[in-house]
């Protein structure tokens, strides 16, 4: 009897203490497959904040490139008129308020626009910039002090005749800039969010009082890896980890630092107590996994609820396709951003949605990217919303049909509508004439040149007679409102395929393409002279001008510059015919066409 209650004492203690092992292992695996998804969570978010950080650094780059196609530079040391276009266009510059410089082909300073707060011309962070520069065409210094502030540089080549002939530099301050502003909206209790250059310095980060430390040397160490990874050290007797992503368009890296208690959160201190308290109380094992399971399933529900609120409240549309590109699951921004119902979208072709003229380039790139196993791809396009509207969105997709958690494609979308509409206004701002509406002259010499490469074209230089008599005794604003009405007239006597533009005070230029007869041009020319010699009306004055018209007929695979210098000198000829006493030596004309 005693042997029997022994075996069953000793039964007893073997079961609940195999279930007190099975407890512990299983709850062991729960803690490590929670680990698993809290690290691939982080990491995604940190390469999507990474790839965010890395675009925005590229806009910077896009905007450089426009404010050099608004500006002349001589590239000469220390140059007044270099020195103000510079100081201009810095003032234009959303991101390099702070000043520009150029530079020649070594890196040496030429002129900047201001005189004073410059970093060093030797400071080492300038280093990756002119390695980056020589093979991306653009580059991205380290963060430099210029004085009390805290700088960095990007560059990209000023272009003569297809090569490179100095660069063009724009500052900004670090603190200040666009991207600081948008890692600071990254600022939480529990973490600190920083984006280093290459040398460990902080160029942005979630508090202000970072800006231009330098990271901790286990962080700085992994900063020329371009994968994901997390590095654990010590600081101040804390045990720390940090998420590190690098290869960002300037080779600056994304940091996400917090403790490692709070990054391991409650799943992992529970566990732990959970271990202490099977081993001692095997009696009610049963009980106690019972409870620890359910408590374990309310914490991960409330995980879940936290991502989903994530995902709510997001300004990403976040997707993930099939092999076929229809949706299998779409974020709920798709609401707040397109106007979808939740869930509306899915099991429709994401092509349903995309603008038929971006389609082809959409499938290309899908079945590029199905091939690749690890692929990714970016490009741009436009959407449609619920209410028919196409907007342009810039798209990260990358191939994850061989994730088992998500066995798609996952897309990342961003609204950049506004800043497309921008970069357009201003592409036609460079190319327009601002009075009249008409193409400048730059626009004019590219048709010109695009035109006589492969055909003839007639060139009509067209200068006003007597419009300075208007401007003196009327004033600029009637000068002004009667050249915006000689554009109208001019305009209406072109094709379709011809070019008008304006390219000085009263100067218009008409490009004919293929147009060799010279009745046509005389027709066109006798056309231009009569519609300009009839009245116009302005502010209750009627105005009386003229028009001389210079043609010249440019034979294909001619030179643009002598089309120009040709119509202008012949426009010059018939305007000091007519009031140049007989005998008198005719000048050339005015105008040239740039070298």
């Known amino acids: 009897m005693r042997l029997r209650n022994w075996i069953a004492v000793l039964v007893s203690v073997l079961l609940l203490a195999g279930a007190g092992v099975v407890g512990i292992?299983?709850?062991r695996s729960t803690v490590k497959a929670v680990e698993t998804v809290h690290q691939n969570d982080t990491t995604a978010l940190g390469t999507n904040n990474g790839t965010l950080t890395g675009q925005l650094q590229k806009n910077s780059v896009r905007e450089l490139t426009l404010l050099l196609g608004q500006i002349a530079v001589r590239l000469a040391a220390d140059d007044a008129k270099d020195r103000t276009s510079l100081a201009v266009a810095a003032k234009k510059s959303t991101t390099f308020q702070y000043g520009m410089i150029t530079t020649d082909l070594d890196g040496n300073f030429l002129t900047a626009s201001r005189t004073s707060g410059l970093p060093a011309q030797k400071d080492a962070a300038w280093e990756p910039l002119w390695k980056q520069i020589k093979s991306e065409k653009y580059g991205f210094s380290g963060v430099m002090n210029a004085g009390n502030t805290y700088v960095a540089a990007v560059g990209i080549p000023v272009s003569v005749g297809g090569g490179p002939v100095g660069y063009l530099i724009g500052l900004n301050e670090v603190g200040q800039t666009p991207l600081h502003n948008y890692i600071r909206e990254l600022r939480g209790t529990t973490h600190k969010t920083m984006i280093v250059d290459t040398a460990g310095r902080v160029g942005a980060a979630s508090d202000d009082t970072l800006v231009g430390e330098v990271v901790h040397p286990e962080i700085k160490a992994r900063l020329d890896r371009e994968k994901a990874q997390f590095v654990e050290y010590t600081e101040n007797g804390r045990d720390m980890i940090a998420v590190v992503v690098g290869g960002l368009a300037s080779d600056w890296s994304y940091v996400r630092t917090q403790t490692q208690a709070s990054f391991d959160g409650a799943v992992y201190s529970r566990s732990q107590t959970l271990n202490l308290t099977l081993l001692a109380m095997l009696a009610i094992g049963v009980v106690g996994i019972?409870?620890?399971?359910?408590?374990?399933?309310?914490?991960?529900r409330r995980a879940d609820e936290r991502f989903q609120a994530l995902f709510q409240h997001a300004p990403d549309l976040v997707s993930v396709l099939d092999g076929s590109g229809r949706i299998v699951f779409s974020s709920p921004s798709t609401t707040s951003v397109l106007g979808f119902a939740p869930g509306s979208r899915t099991g429709h072709s994401v092509f349903d949605v995309v603008h038929p003229e971006d389609q082809?380039?959409?499938?290309?790139?899908?079945?590029?990217?199905?091939?690749?196993?690890?692929?990714?791809?970016?490009?741009q396009c436009r959407a449609r919303t619920a209410d028919g509207e196409y907007r342009w969105f810039d798209f990260t997709a990358s191939n994850q049909m061989h994730n088992a958690a998500l066995s798609g494609v996952v897309i990342n979308a961003r609204d950049i509508s506004e800043n497309r509409a921008f970069q357009e206004r201003l592409e036609h701002e460079a190319q327009h004439d601002p009075l009249t509406g008409l193409p400048n002259r730059r626009r004019m010499q590219d048709k010109l040149h695009s035109s006589l490469r492969s055909d003839a074209v007639a060139v009509l230089f067209v200068d006003l007679d007597g419009f300075k008599p208007v401007n003196d005794a009327h004033g600029h604003e009637v000068g002004d409102e009667l050249l915006r009405q000689v554009a109208d007239r001019l305009s209406a006597c072109v094709r379709s395929t011809d070019v008008l533009s304006r390219v000085g005070g009263d100067e218009f230029v008409m490009l004919m393409p293929g147009?060799?007869?010279?009745?046509?041009?005389?027709?066109?020319?006798?056309?231009l002279r009569y519609v300009l010699g009839l009245p116009f009306r302005i502010d209750g004055h009627e105005i009386q001008i003229?028009?001389?018209?210079?043609?010249?007929?440019?034979?294909a695979a001619g030179d643009p510059d002598e089309a120009l210098r040709a119509a202008d000198h012949a426009m010059y000829e018939i305007k000091h015919s007519?009031?140049?006493?007989?005998?008198?030596?005719?000048r050339v004309g005015r105008h040239r066409a740039p070298d």
């Open 25 to 27: 292992l299983v709850n």
């Open 290 to 300: 019972t409870l620890l399971g359910y408590r374990t399933q309310i914490q991960r």
């Open 360 to 379: 082809q380039q959409m499938r290309e790139g899908l079945t590029t990217l199905l091939a690749d196993a690890s692929g990714v791809l970016r490009l």
């Open 515 to 527: 147009v060799v007869d010279p009745g046509d041009v005389d027709a066109m020319s006798n056309r």
């Open 546 to 555: 003229g028009a001389s018209v210079g043609v010249h007929l440019a034979p």
């Open 578 to 586: 007519r009031r140049v006493p007989a005998g008198t030596v005719a």
